[in-house]
DNA sequence: GTCTATAGGCAGATAGAC
DNA sequence: GTCTATCTGCCTATAGAC
């Protein structure tokens, strides 16, 4: 029978995953994490041993639930261009939570960074464009989607054009100027 | 008779901006920059106040060079597209620095900043949207550039797609992604 | 698993001499 | 303008009791 009270090491990567997301990886502490769950420092070092290792953490499980979340898209949604809004719309639900990926911010912070955690960056990218690249090749087989130059490259200027998106949308408020961003680049695949 | 000493104020805001192109504003501190230029801690104090006083001095200097930058391009270059490319060039020319954009960066640390700090963020999007949507409406209106949607929105997908491909390119080292995404992204705007 | 207590260091900042 | 000296506070981290 499984009860309703969520795992502590979980609630702690949920506080520390928000506040990365928010404020920074070196934009958050220990003590903010802990005064949040209301518990202490020293809990949290008895589940993370440190900074590094409850980064690498949360690298670990935030690559897992983006994997899965695109893995869900080919398999609700079927034709190239719906999939390219699919993928798109995993980047709105973030930032409705006024929220920057997490990879994108780890990004900006990349000359910081424990260097276990750095490779985990890179990673996210490379596997979000081996997929976008696929879901390319698809549409452009189908003639649904069209662009000049490799798909490796197309799908490179999505990744970043959407994380730039994010970056530059937090700061205004509101999701109006992502959205816009969104649906211009993905636009300009759909048209012949 | 001018001397070829730099004015130490001078000095400390290159080195804080170096700084926080690359470490960001949380990930560099005082001493940092004290110790690069062999002076004290309190010696900087003396120039500016505090953190936040360096860092909205930073973002003045930053935003009128850019401004200037950006002035420069419509005395050289007269048609639009090789204006775009010429905007785009400002931005590799930081990345071939390994830096990222000063408010790219401040963008992604936004919720974090000094209040006096984030209108300037903001206000140095605005005014590069400013220009490139007098820009592309230019192009629009002699024919070199063809976009669909308000030449507002384009321009804020330059902007963002921009900070983006800064963002995303600095992890994996060297230029070619910022390259790639720059120029598949102006092409897009050049072709009818 | 969580606590108290504390270590050791670095942060931003100030007072006052030179 | 720059220094020494110092402050307060927060940071990450650890030891050891419960």
Redesign the interface.
């Known amino acids: 029978m499984k009860t309703s009270t969520v795992d502590t090491a979980t609630q702690i990567l949920d506080v520390a995953e928000r506040l990365v997301q928010?404020?920074?990886f070196?934009?958050f502490s220990y003590a903010d994490v802990a005064a949040e769950l209301h518990i202490t420092k020293a809990a949290l070092h008895y589940h993370f041993a440190g900074k590094s290792e409850l980064g690498e953490a949360l690298m670990t499980r935030y690559t897992a639930r983006f994997s899965e979340a695109v893995a869900g898209i080919e398999t609700r949604v079927l034709d190239a261009p719906a999939r390219l809004d699919a993928y798109a719309d995993l980047y709105l639900d973030v930032l409705r939570m006024e929220r920057?990926c997490l990879c994108?911010?780890l990004?900006?912070?990349?000359?910081?960074l424990p260097a276990p955690m750095?490779d985990t960056?890179?990673r996210f990218?490379d596997n979000n464009e081996v997929w976008l690249t696929a879901v390319l090749e698809h549409g452009r087989g189908d003639g649904t989607l069209h662009f000049?130059?490799s798909a490796r490259?197309?799908a490179?200027?999505i990744?970043?054009?959407?994380?730039?998106?994010?970056?530059?949308?937090?700061?205004?408020g509101g999701i109006a100027?992502f959205q816009?961003?969104s649906r211009?680049?993905l636009?300009?695949l759909k048209?012949p």
């Open positions: 928010v404020r920074g070196n934009g920057m994108g911010m990004a900006a912070e990349y000359q910081t750095r960056v890179v990218f000049t130059g490259d197309t490179r200027v990744v970043s054009s959407l994380e730039g998106a994010m970056l530059v949308a937090r700061p205004f100027r816009a961003a211009q680049l636009a300009g048209r």
